[in-house]
């Protein structure tokens, strides 16, 4: 794994300051950066998440800084909870951020089931970001239609026993996607991936992969 270099402090966001915890690398270059965002806050949600951390974890093992961050109201953020409104606010915070501490860099943003909802919207919308990871969506109470015509890559990781975005409903979204796209459905699993974590780092890891070869462009032929 990349060595942690850990730096903990505050995002300047439009409802106040936003607690902020960012995983870095001794790469000059590194690949690209990634924000991940977390469940809803109003059921325990913040950037401690036990699938946001796995899911930085997975990220930064491949050379990839990593930020987390807590919505308002959440932590030691400030600010209300605004049903997500607001939320796309923070996001925003969150890649003004990045934008300015690796410029240049194509930036991922990954979001875990109230975190995708939220952060996935943003990220099909702003330029700055490159590629998408959504953990657990939410979508049998959440509209999620917005993903039809998102064009950038996206992985799409669901537990098959999801309590808050059952297959059908999840396999039945993603046919409609835009491409590129990839579905993983961790069979059995639940929303949370309880006792199943290490297949969402695998899955992560797979498609990041996939990702490097494709932007490497083919081998040259001799």
Request: include cysteine; proline fraction near 5%; charged fraction near 20%.
């Amino acid at each position: 794994m990349a060595e942690v270099l850990h730096r903990n402090f505050f995002l300047e966001g439009r409802a106040g300051r936003l607690e902020a915890m960012l995983w870095t690398t001794s790469a000059a270059h590194p690949p690209r950066a990634a924000v991940v965002c977390h469940p809803h806050p109003l059921y325990g949600g913040t950037m401690h998440n036990k699938v946001v951390y796995q899911a930085a974890k997975a990220l930064h093992r491949r050379g990839v800084p990593v930020l987390r961050f807590n919505f308002r109201g959440t932590g030691l953020s400030e600010g209300e909870h605004d049903g997500g409104r607001g939320e796309q606010e923070d996001v925003r915070a969150a890649l003004d951020y990045l934008a300015a501490a690796f410029p240049g860099r194509p930036i991922l943003l990954a979001g875990f089931s109230f975190g995708a909802w939220v952060g996935l919207r943003v990220g099909c919308q702003d330029a700055r970001v490159a590629e998408l990871i959504g953990l657990g969506l939410p979508v049998d109470n959440s509209d999620m239609s917005y993903l039809r015509q998102c064009a950038k890559p996206k992985l799409i990781v669901q537990g098959g026993n999801d309590q808050y975005g059952s297959r059908a409903n999840v396999e039945a979204l993603f046919q409609t996607m835009a491409e590129p796209k990839r579905l993983v459905v961790v069979e059995g699993a639940d929303h949370f991936f309880t006792g199943r974590l290490d297949e969402v780092d695998a899955a992560i890891g797979a498609w990041l992969d996939e990702q490097d070869l494709r932007s490497a462009g083919p081998a040259p032929a001799f």
